[in-house]
């Protein structure tokens, strides 16, 4: 075992648990995330539908709801200091039959005992007045002004690298296989050696519940909510100025239609509740159903181009909250069902982590103000300017990305080690072609700026 002893392990590379590990950070810990699969970022939180969302939907009084709002506001903030592309294009949620458009005023009181009270319903003729390339048959809508987009891939990629700047250490490809608990130190079994801990935090998201059985809890057991999206082409923009939301269910926010910071229009999710937590592959099923589903809210999508389809998985759970837990015995924190909202609520929950830590006995000084620095990252939106506006080898045409951008990539303190980390870093790969002229040039920048060999590039997953 390595003599080295941290103050806390977070366990999970998501964007929850790259929040989590960034706010301790700025205490005086020694503090460690693992994450078992190649890169921060790389699972759920990759595949999303990138909203920063006010919460005005969410169950009042909730856990989920305060998180939602909390982090609402300390995302926003920070992705604008950080350089993480957000855009404020607000949404309107749609009623397309009269049982929905008669809970309408329902989801505007829902949305003020959540303390958002800014939306504003609207009749049938001016939801085609806001919106005109919408499908026939809309009877009303609800507009929520204050809605976002987000850039959803820099953003555990920054809290990462905000981690590593105040001392945090990084641990890729370390999958926690067994637990010991101690009466000071817990000993966390990993694929790459044991790890000595005082206190842990499971951010595992799809794993978490197999996390929290290996601490010997039990309350929740996450199966899998796949959500299939499909990308439009840049060409499809202009036919929405908003996110379009449906009406929400029980089990889903439902079907939306959105724009995206890197300039595409995006169609989804599905909700199917499935058994295998490896399942990210699109459906023919799916896929034939969002575009059915497309064709009714926006019409015009019809005739767009796709660029691309994939699937996320979300840690749904059998409960509808958030299942936040700690045992001051175990000195253990569990953040488990984190569900769509988990990229907005995931500041907030880093602080929430803290607090259930510091109930179960860890002494978290924070850093004075001096000793907190910011991070910088590249920004990836198109409503900001791009690094080949300022010149250099362009790489991926589709997407305007330099070979300095991939160099970059490749040599940070957090390097990517596949072409899926390039393309979060990059946007390359990304683009109309998906690789299809770009990706032998952009492996050959990689292995030239030190890179894996060839052939681990072209192993994409």
Request: charged content about 20%; overall charge negative.
């Amino acid at each position: 075992m390595s003599t080295d002893l941290f103050d806390v392990a977070v366990i999970g590379g998501g964007v929850v648990g790259t929040a989590v590990v960034r706010h301790l950070s700025h205490h005086r810990l020694r503090v460690i995330l693992l994450e078992r699969a190649p890169d921060v970022g790389a699972g759920t939180s990759k595949a999303n539908t990138a909203i920063l969302h006010t919460g005005f939907d969410a169950t009042p009084g909730s856990v989920e709801s305060r998180l939602v709002s909390r982090g609402y506001h300390l995302l926003k903030d920070y992705a604008t200091r950080s350089g993480i592309a957000v855009e404020p294009t607000g949404a309107l949620l749609v009623a397309w039959d009269d049982e929905q458009a008669a809970s309408l005023p329902k989801l505007a009181a829902k949305a003020t005992a959540n303390g958002y009270e800014s939306t504003v319903l609207v009749d049938a003729t001016e939801v085609y007045a806001i919106e005109p390339d919408l499908g026939a048959g809309a009877r009303g809508g609800l507009l929520v002004p204050d809605e976002h987009i987000i850039d959803p891939w820099s953003t555990p990629l920054a809290f990462a690298h905000d981690a590593l700047v105040h001392g945090a250490d990084i641990r890729r490809l370390c999958e926690v296989t067994g637990v010991t608990i101690g009466a000071e130190v817990t000993t966390l079994h990993t694929t790459t050696g044991p790890l000595a801990t005082r206190f842990v935090v499971n951010a595992a998201g799809l794993h978490g519940d197999t996390v929290h059985r290996l601490f010997g809890f039990d309350g929740f057991t996450v199966r899998p909510r796949r959500g299939e999206l499909i990308v439009f082409d840049k060409l499809a923009r202009p036919l929405l100025g908003r996110t379009i939301l449906p009406v929400p269910t029980a089990t889903t926010k439902g079907v939306l239609v959105a724009p995206t910071v890197f300039g595409n229009v995006m169609l989804g999710p599905t909700a199917d509740d499935i058994d295998d937590r490896s399942a990210t592959g699109s459906t023919a099923a799916g896929l034939a159903g969002l575009l059915a589903k497309g064709a009714q809210i926006l019409p015009a999508l019809a005739h767009e181009e796709v660029t691309a389809v994939y699937a996320g998985l979300r840690a749904a759970t059998e409960h509808r909250d958030y299942q936040l837990s700690s045992s001051a015995a175990a000195r253990y924190v569990c953040l488990g069902g984190i569900r769509s909202t988990g990229l907005t609520a995931s500041m907030a929950l880093a602080e929430e982590a803290v607090r259930l830590l510091v109930d179960a006995g860890l002494v978290a000084e924070p850093r004075r103000v001096d000793e907190v620095h910011g991070v910088t990252m590249t920004n990836l939106g198109e409503a900001q300017a791009r690094p080949y506006m300022d010149g250099g080898t362009i790489v991926c045409y589709c997407e305007r990305v330099t070979s300095e951008e991939i160099t970059r990539a490749c040599q940070g303190p957090l390097p990517a080690v596949d072409l899926d980390g390039i393309r979060r870093r990059t946007r390359a790969l990304a683009g109309r072609c998906q690789g299809f002229y770009c990706t032998a040039a952009v492996v050959s920048t990689a292995v030239a700026a030190g890179g894996q060999p060839a052939a681990p590039w072209l192993a994409m997953p």
